[in-house]
């Protein structure tokens, strides 16, 4: 079974500018999660997807931060414009939830290492 | 709030002896509690959940972890340690407020020496 994909692995840009992530879930899986993880800590979730739609947004900030999943499949996660201390892993994951089930396990992706200048 | 915390920033043991990595949790409601294995380059890998049920859980790679609801823990074991066991654990609880989002531990980093 394919996993999680990431893209790119690493970007390297200047505060200011903006930069996308790209993650393609396992198929057939209904939740897509966007998490950041920070040197020396653990992941932090930014956004929940339950297909298209948000479940939890309350820790992405919004002024700068923008994430979709259109077609409740792919997802795109934006910084417009980056600051340094956004310099982090960007983490995707997905489970196979058809509810809001506590219990399916979640799998990760590579991530994307985000230096910001 | 959910959290967890992970008191041990490195765990060092030497290889064939036992491990043991720890962790508390807080939590309102039934706790959901899980453990994730990062390797270098590598993305988080799952290892093992509690959920309910027989409080010691066995997962991956030979590990298991023993749930304490008085003592509001959750130790990550192996009873003998393998140096590609190498890397940086982290302690997880399930957010029981909204979604069902993963909380992480700061992490905690085995070493293991041959």
């Known amino acids: 079974e394919a996993g999680v994909a990431q893209s790119p692995r690493y970007k390297i840009i200047e505060k200011r500018q903006s930069v996308a992530f790209w993650c393609n879930p396992i198929s057939g899986h209904a939740t897509l999660y966007w998490y950041q993880q920070i040197l020396g800590q653990g992941p932090k979730l930014l956004i929940q997807?339950?297909?298209?739609?948000?479940?939890?947004d309350s820790q992405l900030p919004k002024d700068r931060f923008s994430a979709e999943r259109l077609k409740g499949v792919d997802s795109t996660l934006k910084i417009q414009p980056a600051k340094l201390e956004d310099s982090a892993v960007y983490l995707c994951?997905?489970?196979?939830?058809?509810?809001?089930?506590?219990?399916?396990?979640?799998?990760f992706g590579p991530g994307t290492r985000l230096t910001v200048l | 709030a959910q959290s967890v915390a992970q008191p041990e920033d490195q765990v060092n043991v030497a290889e064939g002896n036992p491990l043991t990595v720890k962790c508390t949790y807080s939590v309102s409601g039934n706790p959901y509690l899980f453990w994730y294995v990062q390797y270098p380059n590598r993305g988080l890998q799952f290892l093992l959940k509690y959920i309910t049920g027989d409080n010691l859980v066995k997962g991956s790679y030979g590990f298991e972890a023993e749930f304490n609801k008085s003592q509001t823990s959750f130790h990550l074991k192996k009873p003998s340690a393998l140096v590609s066991d190498s890397a940086l654990y982290f302690c997880?609880?399930?957010?029981?407020?909204?979604?069902?989002?993963?909380?992480f531990g700061k992490g905690t980093t085995l070493s293991v020496s041959s």
């Open positions: 994951a997905s489970s196979l939830t058809t509810g809001l089930s506590k219990t399916n396990e979640q799998f």
């Open positions: 997807f339950q297909n298209n739609g948000v479940v939890d």
């Open positions: 997880v609880v399930r957010d029981n407020q909204a979604g069902t989002a993963l909380i």
